[in-house]
T-cell receptor, first 113, second 111 residues
């Protein structure tokens, strides 16, 4: 079974630029999550999708972050404009359904200069 | 929301000894408690989890215990090996199905 795929693996941008990350979950997984992991900390949930609907985006900075999962499979997370404090690893995870085991992708390491 | 704390932040053990990491949580409605292992530059990987209707779960050298009354749960690694060196994250999920992670414990196994 293929795992969660993410791209790109690394991204360096200047502040105020925009960036987008892509995630392909494990086949058949209905629930998809985006996490932000700042160096030395645990992952923090940004947004959770159930199929193509948002079930929790309470911790997403909506003035600059947006995410979508249009067909209930792949998802993109966008930051526009980026700030220095957005430098982190962005992890995508998926689970068969809500409240089931979450499997993480390799993450995208973002550096904002 | 749920607040999860881990202790200690760093743990060094001799190879072959046991390691114990303790986590506390704040939301009494939390009912799912996974542990993830993250090696440097790699993805978090689930190593064991427990639900609130069970007090203890074991998988080979790894075990997790849960005390709902005290709102804490612990990871036990026996016969530690160098490949156990990593950062370990505990997490708790409550009624809102949101997984809240602790800050992580760096475990160093000294050969």
């Amino acid at each position: 079974e293929a795992g969660v795929a993410q791209s790109p693996r690394y991204k360096i941008i200047e502040k105020r630029q925009s960036v987008a990350f892509w995630c392909n979950p494990i086949s058949g997984h209905a629930t998809l999550y985006w996490y932000q992991q700042i160096l030395g900390q645990g992952p923090k949930l940004l947004i959770q999708f159930q199929n193509n609907g948002v079930v929790d985006d309470s911790q997403l900075p909506k003035d600059r972050f947006s995410a979508e999962r249009l067909k209930g499979v792949d998802s993109t997370l966008k930051i526009q404009p980026a700030k220095l404090e957005d430098s982190a690893v962005y992890l995508c995870a998926s689970s068969r359904d809500r409240d089931e085991t979450q499997y993480f992708g390799p993450g995208t390491r973002l550096l904002v200069l | 929301g749920e607040n999860v704390e881990q202790h200690p932040s760093t743990l060094s053990v001799q190879e072959g000894d046991s390691a114990v990491i303790k986590c506390t949580y704040s939301d009494s409605a939390s009912n799912y408690f996974p542990w993830y292992k993250q090696e440097l530059g790699k993805r978090p990987q689930l190593i064991i989890d427990i639900r609130s209707n069970v007090g203890e779960k074991k998988d080979q050298r790894i075990a997790v215990t849960l005390n709902k009354t005290a709102k804490h749960f612990s990871l036990h690694i026996t016969e530690t090996q160098p490949e156990d060196s990593a950062v370990y994250f505990c997490a708790a999920s409550g009624g809102n199905n949101r997984l809240a992670f602790g800050k992580g414990n760096q475990v160093v196994v000294i050969p």
